[in-house]
């Protein structure tokens, strides 16, 4: 027996997280094209219950393309102005850096290395870019866990091609990861080739970049082929990975709902089991198990779907599976048959309301304890090391006269789940780096609000994008520093500063 761990081991990577999308800003600058996300838009103007009444985006329409296509603004398009951190990239850093960051997620936006995607060179000032922000990520003493395509490929792949529907975005995309493979792999210390993989089903213009009112009765099969081309790209990616830089670890991730029964009933008991199979086991069976799983047959015949394979498809998803797993936790869900069972946003998505639950300013209930389950569910199936890619607390803040930010709320969601966390790591469970979401604020990717914050480190920016854009520490910024410090062991001193 080995000796039961008593907390973190001395490795341990404390990380924060962003996206591409959601933080650059500098849409039109640096050569780089326009991509599926600057194509979403928001009314800056709309109050929180505005943005929640009319669920623009979801689904995203043809009407909502043609507009974006049409326009070269950013009045109404917060992805194309994020956080602005093309600019503000150096300070922010440095930022990272005081707090004793040890890992760094971000994203590289596809249309900033191949503007159309179908180029047959990339660009080069891309390519500088990335290498300099990750260049100076290291010598502040931080690794880089980059996302090759966190929901944004390059528009141009989609008005022409169909996207992910044909096969012809796999070549592009094995095109696109050996260029930023050979341009940027030495720099780069874990890769993600895609984003929360299961966001194909519940965000298909995000996760897979359908317009919902273009695909009509055809919508499942779509997603489903989709989401067929993306494994046969992320099994080539973790190939172009393993060949060029042996050692470095590839993964795959996906949004993870914890299910629970909604109650006793073995009706719910196996309803929970068919919503963990088809909206989380299903897409990391294929990715670290390397095949599509018996259960799924029944299911693609329920709904009315037949993958179209290519000759060496399963041979390929067989022979290059992940090296490690990864998946953003933010809340729990429950199971049941019952039709009429209470409702609650979460994650892009709408799940059955637990009542023993509190829930966030935006509806998300919260459950530290899901995320010890998930730890345990994960490491009990594959066997493989786990990162946390994501996990925060999106809410409302207010910067005071004095410049400062309190938000204990924060400090005591992200208290509980490491604290939980930790007991995983006692239970025995190989977790290895824990990425706050959002780690400065940056814009909600569902509502595409600034005010919907998720950061350690506060941005002067509002829903219009008005601001001084200027950074501010958080309380909570002081009491991760203090976290990373004492390796976990200081969640309750809080504000030393």
């Not at 995000?206 to 009765?217: N, Q, R, W």
């Not at 992200?414 to 025995?428: S, Y």
């Amino acid at each position: 027996m080995h000796k039961l761990r008593n907390g973190f081991p001395d490795d341990f990577l404390w990380g924060g997280a962003i996206s591409a999308s959601q933080a650059d800003g500098g849409w039109n600058e640096g050569g780089k094209g326009k991509s599926t996300q600057d194509c979403r838009w928001l009314d800056g103007t709309w109050t929180h219950e505005q943005i929640e009444e009319k669920h623009h985006n979801n689904p995203f329409s043809h009407d909502e393309l043609m507009a974006a296509l049409d326009d070269d603004g950013t009045e109404f398009y917060p992805f194309r102005r994020g956080c602005d951190f093309y600019h503000h990239w150096k300070e922010d850093l440095d930022l990272f850096a005081e707090m004793g960051l040890k890992l760094f997620r971000t994203s590289i936006c596809w249309s900033r290395i191949f503007p159309n995607g179908d180029d047959e060179t990339p660009n080069a000032e891309g390519i500088a870019w990335y290498r300099e922000l990750f260049t100076a990520c290291h010598e502040r003493g931080i690794k880089t866990f980059v996302t090759m395509l966190h929901y944004d490929i390059p528009v141009n792949l989609v008005t022409k091609y169909g996207g992910w529907k044909s096969r012809k975005t796999i070549d592009f995309f094995v095109r696109y990861v050996e260029t930023i493979v050979d341009e940027l792999g030495d720099l780069v210390d874990f890769w993600l080739p895609f984003n929360e993989f299961n966001a194909g089903r519940f965000a298909p213009w995000d996760g897979v970049c359908l317009v919902a009112d273009e695909e009509g009765e055809k919508l499942d099969q779509s997603i489903f082929q989709c989401l067929h081309h993306e494994f046969v790209a992320n099994a080539h990616a973790v190939r172009i990975v393993h060949e060029k830089f042996p050692g470095v670890p590839v993964g795959g991730m996906i949004a993870r709902f914890c299910t629970y029964p909604a109650t006793c009933k073995p009706e719910d008991s196996l309803q929970a089991l068919h919503d963990d199979q088809y909206a989380n086991w299903f897409y990391t069976d294929v990715m670290a198990r390397g095949a599509y799983p018996a259960y799924m047959c029944r299911y693609f015949d329920q709904v009315d779907v037949e993958i179209e394979m290519e000759p060496g498809d399963e041979e390929l998803l067989a022979e290059h599976t992940v090296d490690f797993l990864a998946f953003s936790y933010y809340f729990s869900q429950v199971a049941t048959a019952d039709q009429g069972w209470a409702k609650t946003s979460g994650n892009l998505v709408m799940a059955n309301k637990n009542p023993y639950l509190e829930s966030t300013e935006w509806g998300w209930q919260i459950d530290p304890i899901g995320l010890r389950v998930t730890l345990n569910q994960m490491y009990d199936r594959y066997g493989l090391p786990l990162y946390i890619a994501e996990n925060g607390l999106g809410t409302s803040d207010v910067l005071e006269e004095d410049d400062s930010v309190h938000d204990p709320y924060r400090i005591d969601y992200l208290k509980r789940h490491i604290e939980t966390m930790r007991d995983a790591v006692i239970d025995g469970v190989d977790v290895r780096g824990y990425m706050i979401w959002g780690f400065l604020d940056i814009v909600a990717c569902g509502p595409l609000s600034m005010s919907k914050r998720y950061g350690l480190i506060y941005v002067d920016l509002d829903n219009e994008g008005k601001g001084t854009g200027r950074r501010y520490r958080k309380d909570s910024f002081y009491w991760y520093k203090n976290c990373i410090a004492a390796n976990g062991e200081a969640l309750d001193d809080t504000l030393k500063q």
